[in-house]
């Protein structure tokens, strides 16, 4: 930011007379670098002016460098200078002049400016299928036996340069899969909520940076094998996608997993042929 300090009175600033600028940073916007006179404390910059550079219509730049928070959303900004002396006190609460005001009172000590600010977020999400083995969990094969417990891994990255606000995933069950359990593994607590007439289940992850990841393992139980007779195989095929949004960000589908579920009867043994009798 470039603040203009134009002394437009009749007489020059009186050479003990202190000049004080004051830029008040909106927030997510930080405070980086300035002159040596300029301090930052919090949200608010203040900087000192020499009078001697400012005669009647003299004019000082101040040149300040600020950095925007990973964390802001899109839009637009507003930066607000004020500039006093003893003589020209800051109106107690100010406020950003019109386009109108600007032009009519050219020498007003409160000016704005507004600064848009622009991202291009991004979700995605992957998953994977885990399954039971010994005291641990393994990435599966994609296929298991009816009855059988398996896990699904949703891995969620912000692909964006923005920080994703709000991040929630969900995933419709298949009318198969009876839900068991949910969780965000190492990340911050999630809340987490099953809607057992609509099978949805709904995953509040919170906020990712851009770059980070997190993962939701979702505990599914896979239906039991349907009655079959003696010597024939059943089969069935679970397909499972989840979804996850942001604020900023529409639902974007994850990757489509099938797990095949297979059983295969043993035939009914023979019945034995009786010895005929002998003489």
């Known amino acids: 930011y470039t603040i203009a300090v134009y002394n437009g009175g009749e007489r ?3 050479a003990d007379e202190p000049v004080i600028v004051t830029d008040l940073l909106p927030e997510y916007l930080h405070f980086v670098s300035g002159p040596e006179t300029c301090t930052a404390v ?3 910059v203040t900087c000192t002016v020499d ?8 004019e000082h730049m101040i040149v300040l460098t600020v950095e925007v928070d990973l964390a802001a959303d899109p839009g637009v900004y507003v930066n607000k200078a004020v500039v006093e002396t003893e003589d020209d006190p800051a109106p107690e609460n100010p406020e950003c002049p019109t386009v109108v005001q600007r032009s009519a009172q050219p020498e007003n000590n409160v000016d704005c400016e507004e600064t848009p600010v622009v991202g291009d977020p991004g979700l995605e999400i992957v998953k994977a299928v885990y399954e039971a083995s010994e005291e641990t969990w393994v990435p599966s094969d ?5 009855g059988d417990s398996i896990r699904y891994r949703l891995s969620i990255t912000a692909t964006g340069d923005l920080t994703e606000k709000g991040v929630v995933v969900t995933d419709v069950l298949d009318s198969q899969l009876r839900y068991a359990a949910a969780d965000c593994a ?20 919170g906020d990712l ?29 679970v397909p499972n996608v989840a979804m ?12 489509k997993v099938i797990t095949e579920l297979k059983r295969t009867t043993p035939p009914v043994p023979p019945k034995p042929t009786p010895p005929k009798p002998g003489l």
């Open 12 to 14: 020059d600033v009186d």
């Open 42 to 44: 919090g949200s608010t």
């Open 51 to 58: 009078p001697a550079d400012l005669p009647s219509g003299g």
């Open 142 to 146: 994609g296929k298991a036996e009816f």
């Open 186 to 205: 190492t990340h911050l607590p999630c809340d987490v909520t099953f809607d057992p007439a609509t099978r949805k289940v709904s995953v509040n992850v």
């Open 209 to 237: 940076a851009p770059g980070a990841t997190v993962d939701v393992w979702l505990t599914v139980t896979l239906p039991p094998a349907p009655p079959q007779a003696a010597g024939t195989t059943v089969t069935a095929v």
């Open 244 to 255: 996850a949004a942001s604020k900023a960000s529409p639902e974007a589908p994850s990757n």
